[in-house]
């Protein structure tokens, strides 16, 4: 199955504002249909929880005709099921979530599934192996930054689509695009690709592991 990532950065490695409960891209609208188009390629998409709480809609591709299935990493489950995303039962989502949260206190509609996954060393490759009896031959992930982490770290991570973007947050409490933690054992980057478009640049990255 190929993994891949998408993700804008500033100049200091922060993927947007802190303190903020909803999406603020810090990208030009070019980034944003390149995320789009991107989401096209996959068959499955997965992030955070707290992906989630800023964007909790469906994440669309180009093609009306696709439905991802989406996968969400939530340990605690403190989800709002009312929310856009879950209103489209057309769309097949599984929630990933720590063992001793698997009954949320809500209503959960029919095609949303809850799945153990404890948050130990194989966490990540007990994620990719579900992903994988679901049918799902490219999956996408979409942040935040703990979850980059974590599928670098388990050296799952193929590919990485990163936008540099020309500015400076400033500001330490900013979400990072590692979610501001350290690899035992960073990888192997390649340039497939670099161009640049307005005053960012587009870069298309393949990881290899040792």
């Given amino acids: ?63 009306p005709n696709r439905s991802a299935h989406h996968f969400i990493m939530s340990r605690s489950l403190d989800l709002d099921f009312q929310a856009d995303l879950f209103q489209h039962p057309e769309i097949p989502i599984t929630i990933f979530s720590g063992s001793e949260n698997t009954v949320p206190s809500q209503t959960i509609p029919e095609h949303v599934d809850i799945v153990s996954a404890p948050d130990h060393p194989s966490q990540i490759d007990f994620i990719l192996r579900y992903v994988t009896k679901c049918g799902v031959k490219s999956l996408m992930v979409e942040g935040g930054g703990h979850i980059i982490h974590s599928f670098i770290a388990a050296q ?17 409490r900013a979400p990072a695009l590692l979610g501001g933690q350290s690899l035992a054992a960073p990888p192997h980057i390649k340039i497939l690709e670099s161009r640049q478009i307005g005053n960012e640049t587009f870069l298309h990255l393949e990881f290899s592991y040792s």
């Fill in 156 to 172: 799952a991570l193929d590919e990485l689509y990163l936008t540099l973007v020309p500015v400076v947050i400033g500001d330490k």
């Fill in 1 to 63: 199955m190929r993994v891949f990532a998408c993700m804008a950065t500033s100049l200091d490695g922060k993927i947007g504002p802190a303190g903020v409960d909803h999406f603020v891209p810090i990208g030009s609208r070019y980034d944003m249909k390149n995320l789009i188009s991107l989401r096209d390629e996959a068959d499955g998409i997965l992030f955070g929880a707290s992906t989630f709480r800023t964007w909790p809609k469906v994440h669309h591709g180009n093609d």
